[in-house]
């Protein structure tokens, strides 16, 4: 167990539909990282949000949000979902801070979330 | 060209064996190097976590990496059936806390 948790395991949804995804990172870890797995993608990195601020965006369409609230946890916003929306996303979390230390960039992943959209 | 090349396998080797998985990069930035072993349908588990070439050693496992060729290797010694998960290498940039980019993954299955 990482320690990081994500609801709901798996979602079933119809094309059109809006869903949103939660993440709750390890204890003290101020980083979290959204990611897409799909079978001809592999793991795309979406999103990275640092103590409540965005940080990075990788390559997420535009009717994909984030946000990252004050107690750390992370919901990610897909709406106006397509057939090809369906994968899975995991959220992970690092301490990410600014002691240089490795061991704070290590990024533990959540169980992930199965999406199907019909 | 993908940043990150990792050939996706199969591969089956026999109990006892050792087992290796490589990936190969096209960005010199990126200087920390992962090693995540993913079984079906759970989430990636970090197994090891390297920083610039050399070795590091964790129990049965071998991590290698070659910054001047952009080649890194995962080994893995008396592989036994519970190692049988797909594999992904990642990587990240200067600053470590950055996005990981991934291999596609390779799949292993290690016969009793």
């Known amino acids: 167990d990482s320690g990081v948790t994500q609801t709901p395991k798996h979602l079933i949804t119809a094309t059109g539909q809006r869903v949103t995804l939660r993440c709750s990172p390890r204890s003290g870890d101020l980083s979290v990282y959204w990611y897409q797995q799909s079978l001809d993608q592999g793991l795309q990195f979406l999103i990275q949000?640092?103590?409540?601020?965005?940080?990075a965006k990788g390559n997420i369409l535009e009717r994909f949000s984030a946000q990252q609230f004050p107690d750390l946890h992370s919901e990610l916003n897909l709406s106006s979902l397509e057939l090809g929306d369906s994968a899975l996303y995991f959220c992970a979390s690092s301490r990410a801070g600014t002691s240089g230390r490795i061991i704070d960039n290590e990024q533990f992943f959540g169980p992930g979330t199965r999406l199907t959209v019909l | 060209q993908k940043e990150v090349e990792q050939d996706p396998g199969p591969l089956s080797v026999p109990e006892g064996a050792i087992v290796s998985l490589n990936c190969t990069y096209s960005n010199s930035a990126f200087q920390y190097f992962m090693w995540y072993r993913q079984y079906s349908r759970k989430g990636p588990e970090l197994l090891m976590y390297t920083y610039s070439s050399g070795n590091k050693e964790d129990g049965r496992f071998t991590a290698q990496v070659d910054k001047s060729s952009k080649y890194i290797s995962l080994f893995i010694r008396d592989s036994q059936p519970s190692d049988s998960a797909t594999y992904l290498c990642?990587?990240?940039?200067?600053?470590?806390?950055?996005?990981?980019?991934f291999g596609t993954g390779t799949r292993l299955t290690i016969i009793p």
């Open positions: 990642a990587m990240s940039g200067i600053e470590g806390n950055e996005k990981l980019t």
């Open positions: 949000y640092y103590n409540g601020e965005e940080r």
